[in-house]
């Protein structure tokens, strides 16, 4: 309560009042007491002289000196003292004789000292006889020759000027009073003036605290709170407006750090992680576990770590590659930026990605684009040789020309095959490639290719066994199946021994039909094994090229059966023979 507002203010209007107040006191008390001194000497002095001049000097020698003074005291009102002029006290009006014959020598009291000396004299004091404060006035009774011989003085109780002296007190303490109900008065009247608004701004001021930017104060006031209200307004919808954007720059931020396909890591200036966006999270297999450990050992690259700390010393960007066997494996470039805050590097900011698969299929490609060139030159040089020599004269010779020209032949066919396998390959792999399914009755689809392929199988007097059980039905593209067909039965052929048996079966497997094209070939060595469906790998190269085989029929299998969203394999047996199988999704 005494802090409040209204209390401070009512304080200071009761003391200015109060300081006002006494300075007028004492500066009117001053000056009444000198009026109504100035007044009382005035009228002393006059009765004093009238006293003076009705004195003769047989009266001051008459022993009824003392009943005259009695009497012209009674007439003024004042006590009147007569006083020889070495201060012997002569008559009074308010003793007796015997009481004069008591009275000490007054020579010495000041006004009769004056009086004595020729001049009208006062003196303020306190009375002797009396106890009370008396005014002196002491006026020369002169005798003959302009001597003083003797002083009427007269004296008066100085009541008037306590009069005066209480009355102006009790004046003060009157306009105290009304000063403190004044005071009071206003300061109800300007606080609760005050009140209103200053409530409304102290009640604005805690939502702002708050952080309710939004909210607004109603102004219907004016003046500096008026002023105060509208800046307040306006403040809070800056910093609203400055809120607003800073979420939204955040919001877009955390979208761009969230939502990248880049690993994003922060480290602290001790190499502590700090932040990991879900990228990194995912590519590393981490969790918020790897929150503040030291970098090194959630990512256990010394490479890493090394670039990070470089990063924080030297606050300038750095980037690398990082070949990772932990957490995970895998070749990651990495982009390194120093984090500023405070003028000086805070941290480090990685900015990770994953390179492996690119690197591969980079190097896939080189190795593709060395094979197929590989591929294509061997034939093509023996055709150039077989063509300069006809050139050279062997064209005279009509058989060694016809023999020539059949091998020069069977490498344009083996050419022709190279390139349409690619065609095929490359349409499998094309974007666009679709599948054109239907119902497909798999032991009929086999017979029928079986049927075509009879040329083949009684060249190798080969024994073809369809084992698919009848009413067997893949939803498939029927015409890239039969080349999946075509290609497992060529290649049982192909890589067979003495007489060649060949058995396809078919079975259900939950969710997949699993179809298997066996032979009891030459096999396959299990090195070679799981590299058999890559392009132009060749497991037995010599038999693969003499039996005009491109390297490209496994791979065309592998493509056509995934794009139907089965997967492939094979078993073997060197020198028993070997099983080809793929499932179908049903
Ligand atoms: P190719 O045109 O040489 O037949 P493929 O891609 O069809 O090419 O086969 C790749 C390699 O796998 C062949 O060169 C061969 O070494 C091996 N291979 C494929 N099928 C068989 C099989 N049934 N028996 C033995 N080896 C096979």
Redesign the pocket.
């Known amino acids: 309560m005494f802090k409040t507002f209204k209390f401070r203010l009512f304080l200071s209007y009761l003391s200015l009042s109060a300081a006002v107040l006494a300075s007028a006191f004492f500066l009117i008390n001053d000056r009444v007491e000198r009026v109504v001194l100035s007044s009382l000497k005035t009228k002393l002095a006059d009765e004093a002289s009238l006293i003076s001049s009705r004195l003769t000097p047989a009266d001051l020698s008459s022993p009824r000196l003392n009943d005259l003074a009695r009497e012209l005291g009674g007439r003024a009102g004042s006590r009147v003292t007569i006083i020889a002029a070495g201060g012997r006290v002569l008559a009074d009006s308010e003793l007796d004789a015997a009481g004069v014959e008591g009275m000490e020598n007054h020579a010495e009291r000041a006004e009769v000292e004056g009086a004595l000396a020729g001049n009208v004299s006062y003196d303020l004091r306190s009375s002797a006889t009396l106890g009370k404060v008396m005014l002196y006035a002491a006026y020369p009774v002169s005798a003959s020759g302009g001597k003083v011989s003797a002083v009427a003085r007269l004296s008066v109780p100085a009541v008037e000027i306590e009069a005066a002296r209480s009355m102006m007190s009790q004046a003060l303490l009157a306009a105290l009073g009304i000063a403190f109900l004044l005071s009071l008065l206003l300061s109800l009247a300007v606080s609760a003036g005050f009140a209103r608004p200053f409530n409304k701004i102290v009640y604005a001021s805690k939502k702002f605290a708050a952080g309710e930017f939004s909210y607004r104060i109603q102004k219907d006031f004016h003046g500096e709170m008026g002023k105060l209200a509208e800046t307040l307004n306006s403040m809070a919808a800056s910093i609203e407006e400055n809120i607003g954007r800073l979420e939204l720059q955040s919001q877009q931020l955390s979208a761009a750090f969230t939502g990248t396909a880049e690993g994003v890591l922060m480290t602290g200036a001790d190499s502590r992680i700090t932040t990991l966006n879900p990228a990194m999270e995912k590519m590393f297999s981490l969790d918020s576990a790897a929150l503040s450990r030291p970098l090194l050992e959630v990512i256990p690259s010394a490479r890493l770590s090394e670039i990070c700390a470089r990063v924080v010393s030297e606050g300038a960007q750095l980037s690398g590659e990082m070949e990772l066997t932990l957490p995970v494996q895998g070749l990651f470039s990495v982009n390194a930026s120093p984090i500023f805050a405070g003028g000086r590097t805070s941290g480090c900011l990685l900015l990770v990605r994953d390179i492996t698969a690119p690197r591969r299929l980079e190097a896939m490609r080189r190795d593709f684009v060395a094979n197929v060139s590989h591929e294509l030159k061997t034939p093509l040089t023996a055709i150039r040789g077989y063509v300069e020599t006809l050139m050279g004269g062997a064209l005279d010779n009509r058989a060694d020309a016809l023999e020539f020209l059949g091998v020069i032949h069977a490498h344009t066919l083996r050419l022709d095959n190279i390139v349409s396998?690619l065609l095929k390959l490359s349409s499998l792999e094309a974007p666009s490639a679709g599948l054109k399914k239907e119902p497909v009755p798999l032991k009929a689809l086999a017979d029928s290719l079986i049927a075509g392929l009879a040329s083949v199988f009684s060249a190798g007097k080969a024994e073809v066994v369809n084992n698919i059980p009848a009413g067997l039905a893949a939803q498939a593209d029927p015409e890239k199946l039969g080349q999946v067909f075509i290609?497992?039965l060529?290649?049982?052929v192909?890589?067979?021994a003495g007489s060649p048996r060949v058995e396809i079966a078919a079975q259900e497997l939950p969710g997949a039909l699993k179809i298997t094209?066996s032979?009891n070939?030459?096999?396959?060595p299990s090195e070679?094994l799981p590299r058999?469906?890559e392009?132009?790998?060749?497991?037995?190269?010599a038999?693969?090229?003499e039996?005009?085989?491109?390297?490209?029929?496994?791979?065309?299998?592998r493509h056509v059966v995934e794009l139907h969203g089965g997967s492939v394999g094979?078993d073997?047996a060197p020198g028993r023979?070997?099983s080809?199988w793929f499932t179908l999704p049903v």
């Open positions: 396998d290609n497992l060529d290649n049982a192909k890589f067979s094209v032979d070939g030459i096999g396959i070679h058999v469906f392009r132009f790998y060749r497991a037995d190269k038999r693969s090229r039996m005009g085989g491109t390297g490209l029929g496994l791979s065309i299998v094979a073997s023979g070997s080809f």
